[in-house]
T-cell receptor, first 116, second 110 residues
Framework: GAVVSQHPSWVICKSGTSVKIECRSLDFQATTMFWYRQFPKQSLMLMATSNEGSKATYEQGVEKDKFLINHASLTLSTLTVTSAHPEDSSFYIC????????????FGPGTRLLVL | QKEVEQNSGPLSVPEGAIASLNCTYSDRGSQSFFWYRQYSGKSPELIMFIYSNGDKEDGRFTAQLNKASQYVSLLIRDSQPSDSATYLCAVNTGFQKLVFGTGTRLLVSP
């Protein structure tokens, strides 16, 4: 149990375009989903926390207008990188947790974004 | 002081040995502690978690908590080359979020 998927796994886009990443909990209802970013050889950086049906809470320094998060259902959250630039190229990873294990986060496989 | 600290390593052990990974945390009120494994280029994978009420063993892995000294350890018995990865320690802060350490890189040589 506790499987989280992400789509797409890889995306290459031109500078200025928007990219949407989906995160789904496949076998449980995710009360909370988290979005992280990881640059090469660096640690995970939490970007935002989202609860189903409410607005996401962004970490300090993360632009909410640039990284749009929608948590429309208990199994789906989306992250949209708007007007992407090369510096947004990174490994984006979501995690989810449900009511059965309210403290444990299960990670998706990640999405590698390359902005040209 | 960082909330969760880990030695970045690499920690090198020979195959079959016990690998001991540690992390220290600053919030004395923390109640749950997690170990994740992250292979290069992949996302973190949960290994195990413990609560403040005791240690836990799962196969070759044992997680131990020393509340007085505020550190958590992960022991890997009979280390295998496939255990070579970065191990992330995470602590529940009580504000929904997990605080992650920067990870310890483990290298198990055949």
């Amino acid at each position: 149990g506790a499987v989280v998927s992400q789509h797409p796994s890889w995306v290459i886009c031109k500078s200025g375009t928007s990219v949407k990443i989906e995160c789904r909990s496949l076998d449980f209802q995710a009360t909370t989903m988290f979005w992280y970013r990881q640059f090469p050889k660096q640690s995970l950086m939490l970007m935002a926390t989202s609860n189903e049906g409410s607005k996401a809470t962004y970490e300090q320094g993360v632009e909410k207008d640039k990284f749009l998060i929608n948590h429309a259902s208990l199994t789906l959250s989306t992250l949209t990188v708007t007007s992407a630039h090369p510096e947004d190229s990174s490994f984006y990873i979501c995690s989810a947790r449900g009511w059965r294990e309210p403290e444990t986060q299960y990670f998706g496989p990640g999405t590698r974004l390359l902005v040209l | 002081q960082k909330e969760v600290e880990q030695n970045s390593g690499p920690l090198s052990v020979p195959e079959g040995a016990i690998a001991s990974l540690n992390c220290t945390y600053s919030d004395r009120g923390s109640q749950s502690f997690f170990w994740y494994r992250q292979y290069s280029g992949k996302s973190p994978e949960l290994i195990m978690f413990i609560y403040s009420n005791g240690d836990k063993e799962d196969g070759r892995f044992t997680a131990q908590l020393n509340k007085a000294s505020q550190y958590v350890s992960l022991l890997i018995r009979d280390s295998q080359p496939s255990d070579s990865a970065t191990y992330l320690c995470a602590v529940n802060t009580g504000f929904q979020k997990l605080v992650f350490g920067t990870g310890t890189r483990l290298l198990v040589s055949p």
